[in-house]
Structure formats: C-alpha cells, structure tokens
C-alpha cells in the first residue's frame, strides 16, 4: 500500500476514535506517517480552524498539456526534486503576483477598506503554481520550466506564493523567444508529489509551507484565512466572504485545478520580461462562496466549512478569473 496512503488511513481511524473520546487515538495519529506524531508534521495547515473534506470529489482538471514534463529528473520518482531543464539559458519572465481586491491593493496584515464600512485582514494566504505553460498564437501550450529567484530550476517545479513573504511574490520561467497569448499554470501540485508524506520532501513541499492537510492527507493548494470587522465593530462576515477557504483534491486522484491567464505579450530574444499578474480575490470568495452543491465531497466527520469552500473553488475555477494580466 502507497506510504502515504497508509498513513492517511491511520490518521483517520485516529480521528475517528477521538471524536468518540477513544484514548488510543493520539496513539494512532503518532503512529501515522512516522514523524507525524513527534513534529506536528500533520497540524502545520490545519490552522485551528478544523477538519478539511474527505475525498473530494466532482469535476476534476487534471493538469493537461505539459503534465508529465520534466519528471526525468529521478527516474522512477514520481516526484523528482531535481528536474531536468527543457532551457539552460535564454530569457526569462518575471510575473509579479499583486494581491487586489476591488480594484485596490489587498495589503496583507492590514485592514482593507469594503464597500460596506467594514473592513478584512488577510491573516493567511498562500498557494502552489506548478506545470506552467505559455499560450501560442497556434493555440499549442508550450510548457516552460519554473525558476528559483537565482535561476535554477525550481525543486519539484513548484511555486509557493507567501503573501507573508515578499520573496515569493514572484513567478519566473524560463521562456523562448516569442509572440504568446497568454499562459496557464495548475494551482496546486500534481498528483505524483501529492501523494508523498511531507517529511520525505524538501522546500517548499514541507511542513514548515503550513499547507499540509492532516484530514484527507497531501497538501493544500491554496489556503486563506482572513478577519472582517464590520462598520459597528461586529465579526459576522457578510454574504459571499468566506472566513477561511482551504482548497486540495484527493491522493487517489488527479484533482489540481488549471487556470488560464489570457493577455498578448513579447518575450525577447535576450534579456529578461516582466509583466505582472493580479491576484484578483473578489474572483476567490466568489468561487468558494458559489451556489455549487459539494455534498458527495462532504464526508461526516472530516467535513468543514473551510474544506468545503475550497471544494466550491476549486469546481468553480474553470468559469472564474482569479490572476489577470496586467495591461
């Protein structure tokens, strides 16, 4: 049985046992996946806010195109951490990531002024871009390869976007030359390193990325946690803001989301490009507020209301816009 999957099981027995006051259930969520129960390891993104969705189920995207690109870097793994480069120089393009939410700048930590008088502390929000592909004029995805802030070949081929770290806020690939109409990425990680237990992994597939998922097992694609005040000083968020929206898929499935981010731009034959993308979150409270019924995913115990916005989000995805290019 796949080690992850193992672990998973015990973990969920463990949960079982304790929400009927079992005394052996901290015994069994030590037990599972080894180090889980002596470095927390299965707690970093449960964020105290409970459990996610069990077995997450509905309309899944699996990351098309360029899926399967650049897993020759171990062979055999399916979850390389060391990729071969499809480029070893040529230019390279630089996507800035802005938070914004009605038009304005979503500053992180701070109160952001809402149409209503009250106002949102974004507290979290993080999430994984990974199998990025640049859109041809022939229609043809050309996937590219994800770049660390030095160049390199980023381990896994994966992007963490921190909105706590600045260092993050930056997507580079490397590109060839060209006219493109826009580009593509899953939001999240594919279904190979999904699947892998957190401690057999390094950056930014770790614990210390607060987007493991101790309920369900795998990792989080996208996590948001945020504080409303509203006008008169009251907490109760209104209609279609979500206080917490945690988005993942399933370790027997591929269930990463892709988003599409149309806008013409020239990559040059040397040099580097910038051209940046907002991060639009008025388009992520919708789809995790959206009226989708996300019942087969809601599974007893392991159901929650974080869990289950990111489920709406995730299905709703394909209709939304949440990066834009900017002009």
């Not at 210390?208 to 504080?227: A, C, D, I, K, N």
Request: charged fraction near 15%; hydrophobic fraction near 40%.
């Amino acid at each position: 049985m796949n080690l992850r999957l193992r672990a998973v099981l015990s973990l969920g027995m463990a949960v079982i046992a304790g929400s009927f006051g079992c005394s052996s259930a901290q015994a069994d969520a030590d037990s599972a996946g080894g180090a889980a129960g002596s470095s927390g390891a299965y707690l970093a993104g449960a964020s105290n806010l409970g459990g996610g969705a069990s077995n997450l189920g509905g309309g899944a995207s699996a990351g098309g195109g360029g899926a399967g690109a650049g897993t020759a870097g171990v062979p055999g793994s399916a979850c390389p951490e060391q990729l071969v480069p499809r480029l070893t120089d040529g230019p390279v393009l630089s996507l800035p990531l802005a938070l914004v939410m009605a038009g304005k700048p979503f500053v992180f930590g701070e109160p952001n002024a809402r149409a209503d008088g009250g106002s949102l502390v974004p507290l979290n929000l993080r999430f994984y871009i990974s199998e990025v592909q640049l859109l041809q004029s022939s229609g043809e995805p050309l996937a590219v390869d994800v770049l660390t802030a030095g160049g390199a070949p980023a381990p896994y081929g994966v992007h963490l976007f921190n909105a706590e770290d600045d260092a993050s806020s930056t997507l580079r690939v490397r590109a060839p030359a060209g006219d493109y109409t826009g580009l593509s990425f899953a939001l999240g990680i594919k279904l190979g390193c999904n699947q892998q237990l957190p401690s057999s992994l390094g950056d930014p597939l770790t614990d210390v990325s607060q987007m493991t998922w101790p309920h369900t097992g795998g990792f989080l694609f996208l996590r948001y946690e945020g504080r409303y005040t509203a006008a008169d000083g009251g907490s109760t968020e209104p209609a279609g803001l979500p206080p917490a929206v945690h988005m993942g898929g399933d370790i027997t499935k591929e269930m990463v989301p892709r988003v599409t981010v149309s806008g013409a731009f020239s990559v040059p034959a040397s040099g580097s490009l910038e051209k940046g993308i907002d991060v639009v979150m008025d388009e992520v409270f919708a789809g995790a507020t959206a009226d989708i019924d996300v019942s087969d995913s809601a599974v007893g115990l392991l159901s929650t209301p974080e869990s289950i916005a990111g489920e709406r989000l995730r299905r709703d995805l394909p209709k939304l816009h949440p990066f834009v290019l900017q002009p």
